[in-house]
């Protein structure tokens, strides 16, 4: 299994969207690393070049989502 990993919440709700499995967030300081399985290269270039498209709302639930998600996970630790 191939793993991706990003910093970036907005590209992170965006890969669970469209589906995408997360393995895990590794959580430093208040910061989330978001862990993702086989995530193809076309998909990141998608995004990068502003070509990608998800639901809005659907997409302002999921940075909420992750953004409680690693604010969580750094009071457990």
Do not use: W
């Amino acid at each position: 299994m191939e793993t991706y990993k990003t910093t970036d919440i907005i590209l992170a709700a965006c890969l669970r969207l469209k589906s995408y499995e997360m393995v895990t967030i590794e959580v430093s300081g208040n910061k989330g690393t978001f862990v993702f399985k086989d995530v193809g290269q076309d998909f990141v270039d998608e995004y990068d070049l502003g070509k990608l498209l998800v639901e809005p709302v659907a997409f302002n639930n999921m940075v909420k989502h992750l953004t409680t998600s690693v604010r969580r996970m750094n009071q457990q630790n």
